[in-house]
């Protein structure tokens, strides 16, 4: 086995489980605000719930393998049952995003945690060392997939959080006609990772939200 293919292998394992929980607990984000605000569609459809199998979509879930952004499967919401439904959409469509920064900003405290524990014993070649260092990675790739999902759903294009924010707050005549193309829309949103198009202004902004999160957690005083 060649090194690059042991490398990235390595990587599938440390991103799997870390999409699983991003991606599940972003949804379950959503349907829980959206229950709060007084609909219950997500709860009546099995999709109130932290199972990941409930959550994923295909096409979404491969480009957060490949290119590290991606969605899931949206949860269903019926705004008519919201007390303010303009109001309200906004509030479920930045609960995902907001518990994606929740979960990184707990990865990069996590990997600060077991970056020090493992820099005293990292000379000593030991397996509690090799653990500390598996537990290191992991969190940091947790914590930057979190954030890449947290920063490509704020993005105004369906199906993506982003639009829904926009949607909720233009005349609904508009909203509608972004409806009526959101799939050819997101068909371009996928040429559009392919294309690569995307890397490196969204990288941009991951970097400075990594970097203002690793210098919060920097100032505790037990780090």
Not at 50 to 62: E, Q, V
Not at 78 to 96: C, H, Q, T, W, Y
Not at 103 to 126: E, K, Q, Y
Not at 179 to 186: A, D, F, G, K, V
Request: aromatic share 14%.
């Amino acid at each position: 086995m060649t090194d690059a293919l042991r490398e990235n292998l390595l990587e599938l394992l440390y991103t799997i489980p870390a999409i699983l929980v991003a991606l599940t607990f972003h949804e379950y984000a959503h349907g829980y605000v959206a229950y709060r605000c007084g609909d219950d569609t997500a709860l009546k459809l099995g999709r109130l719930t932290l199972n990941p199998l409930k959550h994923l979509d295909p096409i979404g879930t491969i480009c957060m393998i490949l290119f590290h952004f991606g969605w899931a499967r949206p949860v269903p919401v019926n705004s008519r049952n919201f007390k303010k439904p303009r109001r309200d959409m906004i509030l479920v469509a930045l609960a995902g995003v907001t518990m994606n920064l929740i979960l990184a900003f707990v990865g990069i405290l996590l990997l600060r945690i077991f970056a020090a524990l493992w820099s005293g014993v990292a000379d000593t070649g030991s397996f509690g060392a090799d653990l500390l260092y598996v537990a290191c990675t992991f969190f940091g790739w947790f914590a930057s997939l979190n954030i890449y999902l947290a920063v490509f759903n704020l993005l105004p294009i369906p199906p993506l959080d982003g639009s829904r924010i926009l949607t909720a707050l233009l005349p609904a005549k508009i909203a509608y006609t972004i409806y009526q193309y959101e799939r050819y829309i997101s068909l371009a949103l996928v040429l559009l990772l392919f294309l690569g198009v995307l890397r490196t202004p969204l990288l941009y902004v991951h970097n400075l939200i990594y970097n203002g999160m690793n210098w919060l957690i920097g100032l505790l005083p037990f780090l």
